[in-house]
């Protein structure tokens, strides 16, 4: 267990957390504009380069240490859990400046933080940037701005370490027995086993096994942590900056039941970034050794749906079946109102017992004919 009092952080957590910043997952380059001023007496915030549409990204500093963290979030515009967790943590230091345990990681840390590397994207609440390009997938070519602006930035500083926040869909359940979704997920991108780089890489998975250690200690019954595909993608940043000798963390806010604006998310997304600050500002030394506990992390599997009608009969022509029906929250922004609201997709039908729902439901409706599509209601009852 950690030295400091961790419980106390995770209890207290409605103190720590920036009421400011709304519990909506939409969170605009707008809103940002407003946030980062609060900051301005203990980062330095400065512009680093203009998005597609000519937004600036910023770049705010915190901490006078030796171990450089650089932090990035909402590369993917709709994907906010990891920009408002660190704000939190940012008002923690604001407000407790004479905490030890906030002395303690100002003396030991330089944090460099960018809160929205895609301020187009996140102002429509849209994955990719003005011209569609998936940032996480430009970094071969550097085709978009923004992604230059991170690299450059990264190669300027020389961090000891990268943080890459995201968030993950609802499809990730741990293991295959029972219901269980993904509350956070880590990824240590994959690379091939050149000496020097894996031992970078090491680093990596080690910080991930020993933070999945301790934060097992405040999961709820249902829900856990796990580890995020090793799926290889030649043209990722995470990949290609971990092969350059980058050590890189994926960080994956995941999905828990009833927490549809994910505070509940935010809070544990939060509480692990505080307990990896801790043990790089401790400069552990052993943490490339805990690596192979990495794999002993279970693997996400794509084993849920948002809601499962269980047993419905269905007709086509004389003939009847019986069947489940499998359906998918899909986010759909109001350009108007600025808004989300939540449509419905049937994705599959059939047998669907070796799946898992946030909702099941055992149906009586009987004799239609579902299709797989968008549909606007679902009311079999």
Not at 134 to 152: F, G, V
Request: hydrophobic share 40%; glycine share 4%; proline share 4%.
């Amino acid at each position: 267990m950690l030295d400091f009092n961790i419980n106390f952080l995770f209890q207290d957590y409605n103190n720590i957390k920036n009421r400011n910043i709304p519990s909506s997952r939409f969170f605009p380059y707008s809103k940002l504009l407003k946030i980062i001023k609060e900051y301005e007496n203990i980062c330095s915030i400065l512009p680093i380069g203009l998005s597609i549409e000519n937004r600036k990204i910023f770049k705010l500093k915190w901490g006078n240490g030796n171990y450089k963290i650089f932090i990035w979030s909402q590369m993917h515009g709709n994907e906010t859990t990891g920009t408002k967790a660190m704000f939190d943590l940012l008002y923690f230091f604001l407000k407790e400046k004479n905490n030890d345990l906030v002395k303690f990681f100002k003396k030991n840390l330089t944090i460099f933080f960018i809160p929205i590397l895609n301020p187009d994207g996140s102002e429509i609440f849209q994955r990719r940037n003005a011209i569609n390009i998936d940032l996480n997938r430009d970094a071969i070519r550097l085709q978009s701005p923004e992604i230059k602006i991170l690299i450059h930035e990264i190669y300027v500083h020389k961090p000891n370490i990268l943080f890459n926040l995201h968030d993950q869909r609802s499809i990730y359940n741990i293991g295959d027995k029972f219901f269980n979704p993904a509350i956070l997920s880590f990824l240590s991108p994959y690379v091939e086993k050149d000496e020097k780089i894996f031992f970078k890489s090491k680093q990596s998975m080690g910080l991930i096994s020993s933070i999945e250690k301790n934060m097992k200690f405040f999961l709820p019954k249902k829900g856990a942590i796990g580890r995020f595909s090793n799926e290889i993608y030649p043209t990722a940043i995470g990949d290609n900056l971990q092969k350059k000798g980058f050590p890189c963390i994926l960080f994956e806010a995941g999905n828990l039941p009833n927490d549809p604006h994910k505070e509940i998310i935010r809070k544990y997304q939060a509480l692990s970034l505080i307990i990896s600050f801790y043990l790089l500002s401790k400069n552990e030394e052993y943490l490339e050794k805990e690596y192979l506990d990495y794999f002993s992390i279970p693997e996400n599997k794509k084993k849920l749906l948002d809601k499962i009608f269980r047993n419905v009969q269905i007709q086509k022509g004389k003939y009847q079946f019986l069947v489940d029906i499998g359906i998918r929250n899909i986010d759909h922004f109001d350009f108007i109102k600025k808004n989300i609201h939540i449509i419905y997709k049937i994705v599959d039908i059939g047998d669907l017992s070796n799946f898992f729902a946030y909702k099941e439901i055992f149906c009586n409706r009987k004799n239609f004919f579902p299709k797989i599509g968008k549909i606007k209601l679902f009311d079999f009852l």
